[in-house]
């Protein structure tokens, strides 16, 4: 079970009482709200007081109201919010460069890797903090909004210092510790699909998330393992409608991820947009075949202006 509370509220500390009693163990993270994961069994008596104290300990909600963020673009249908930019930042010239083309193009969020969980521990890995006052500084410069990924909770307090969506990559979907630690935090998080992971699976993940009283969730299908080899991966369109149709979350698809090649990525964006899709993530680089990190899906900067242009189109039409 998790309970969420205010800061400084009196009924954390008579919560954390009624377990310490009960001789339940617990974490407790604090960030912009207070969040106590209980493990272990609860008796009947114990989760009736537990309940009666905490502010969210139901199922997954999504709040329609107006968010002063940026993710009431991710709810409203009538904009379609295109997330773009390197897998990892790599240097100043390199993220200058991209975040001033995006935003020629009218494109309101720069994503980049500060840290990078890669499956080889020789591939690179980031340029951690000075990566993040990187795409900082030139995310401010241009007027956009800031994704980055988090990838482990100790992290948390340095990213959202300087992002506005928080990011849980593929491999960290079921990291429940982190998960619920980002349910203290009040800014954006998108929630990457496991790469293994069922529809259900996922949308647990997000509930981890939720109970913590973080309802500003946006749903990412990034492509699931098949046995097909000529991708890296199989994007999920039935996914993209069924997620939303059982969380009422907003669901975005990073076609870059799905594809694992340049030239798929348009038409499988314009897929994901036809089939309802809240957004749009991909991969650009000024030069792919010197990027450090996937440079073999990511697009170039001619490659990403079709994109854009042709999801446009296709959202324009369905409006």
Request: charged share 25%; hydrophobic share 40%.
């Amino acid at each position: 079970m998790i309970y969420n509370f205010p800061i400084d509220d009196k009924r954390k500390g008579t919560c954390l009482k009624i377990l310490d009693r009960a001789g339940i163990d617990y974490e407790l993270i604090e960030h912009d709200a207070a969040v106590i994961r209980v493990l272990g069994q609860i008796n009947t008596k114990t989760r009736r007081e537990l309940e009666s104290l905490s502010q969210a300990a139901g199922k997954l909600t999504l709040k329609r109201s107006a968010e002063k963020s940026c993710y009431s673009e991710f709810t409203d249908s009538t904009r379609l919010p295109v997330i773009a930019g390197p897998c990892a930042v790599e240097s100043e010239a390199q993220i200058a460069a991209i975040a001033e083309f995006l935003s020629g193009l009218g494109v309101r969020y720069l994503r980049g890797g500060a840290y990078k969980p890669r499956t080889s521990s020789e591939s690179f890995q980031g340029m951690g903090r000075p990566g993040l006052k990187l795409l900082h500084k030139y995310a401010q410069a241009q007027s956009m909004y800031l994704v980055t990924e988090v990838m482990d909770r100790s992290q948390i307090e340095i990213v959202t210092e300087y992002a506005d969506i928080l990011q849980v990559g593929s491999r960290n979907m079921f990291n429940y510790t982190l998960l619920t630690a980002l349910g203290s935090v009040r800014k954006p998080v998108l929630l990457k699909r496991g790469m293994a992971a069922t529809i259900d699976e996922w949308l647990c993940s997000a509930e981890y998330i939720s109970k913590g009283g973080n309802d500003q969730l946006i749903l990412c299908e990034r492509g699931i393992r098949t046995f097909e080899p000529q991708t890296s991966h199989t994007l999920d369109l039935a996914s993209i409608c069924l997620a939303k149709q059982h969380s009422g979350l907003p669901v975005i698809a990073d076609t870059s991820h799905a594809s694992g090649r340049p030239d798929l990525v348009t038409p499988l964006a314009a897929a994901a947009v036809a089939a309802g899709a809240d957004g749009i993530m991909v991969e650009l680089h000024p030069d792919p075949s010197k990027a450090l990190s996937d440079g073999k899906q990511a697009l170039t900067f001619d490659q990403f202006e079709e994109l854009l242009a042709r999801v446009t189109r296709i959202h324009a039409a369905i409006l």
